[in-house]
């Protein structure tokens, strides 16, 4: 499941099962999968995964994934297809640090929730309406795989990386998780000071050694250098405060 689903590591956190129990009279559980790309591991593991390895989930969970980039988000609706999971997955074109001023439904995507109008969520509506995420949404928001670093550097030139953040901040719910994945794995920088300068506080850490499952606790002192080594898979949980 691990190598399928490396996101599924984060079930080794008590903070997680714990917030993702406690939402289980929820009708709409929404996860944000920001700067999603084209890759559908994160959706698949929400939406069919979770259930296999937590005692209790909420009722429905319904992953809204965002990318700047059109093309990549095209890609993934047809995994998603392919994969029949357009029931309780989204493909929104948004860049990040306008997302609460214009956030558009693909237009297979908008086009697929017109044929099935049961399954659309509020958000959906308010999508289709007001094409934008209000403040104050999601429940859990992901920042897979080094976004934070991509920001930082590789975006850098044409994003604001401290307003995109904020944005995240915004329309997370006050409480809500953030998830953030392989922190370092290509640009090191010290994710946990950035982020609880925006408003968000580390609740726990881990490092998993993928060579014999060694799983190791990582700290706010710990060291960014230190942080997703080759062959190791890390992830940090923030509460949204």
């Excluded at 953030?178 to 968000?200: A, H, K, R, W």
């Amino acid at each position: 499941m691990y190598n399928i689903y490396p996101i599924a590591w984060i079930a080794k956190s008590s903070a997680f099962l714990e917030y993702v129990s406690s939402a289980t009279s929820e009708k709409e559980f929404l996860v944000a999968d920001f700067a999603s790309g084209e890759h559908d591991r994160v959706p698949s593991f929400f939406v069919n995964v979770l259930s296999e390895i937590s005692p209790s989930v909420p009722k429905r969970t319904v992953v809204y994934c965002t990318d700047l980039h059109a093309l990549r988000l095209d890609s993934l609706m047809g995994k998603l297809e392919e994969s029949a999971l357009l029931k309780d997955v989204r493909v929104v074109h948004a860049k990040l640090e306008t997302m609460d001023e214009e956030a558009h439904l693909r237009p297979d995507m908008k086009e697929h929730l017109e044929d099935n109008p049961t399954i659309m969520t509020w958000l959906d509506h308010h999508l289709k309406e007001k094409k934008s995420f209000p403040q104050e949404t999601f429940d859990v928001g992901i920042l897979n795989n080094d976004v934070v670093g991509y920001l930082h550097e590789y975006y850098k030139e044409y994003s604001d990386a401290a307003v995109s953040l904020q944005k995240v901040h915004k329309v997370l719910k006050s409480g809500a998780l953030l998830i953030v994945t392989m922190p370092c794995s290509l640009y090191v920088i010290d994710n946990v000071q950035i982020l609880e300068s925006l408003g968000f506080e580390l609740l726990e850490g881990f490092d998993i050694d993928l060579t014999n499952g060694t799983v190791s606790i990582i700290d706010r002192e710990a060291s960014p250098e230190s942080m997703s080594p080759l062959n190791h898979y890390s992830f940090l949980v923030f509460s949204r405060t």
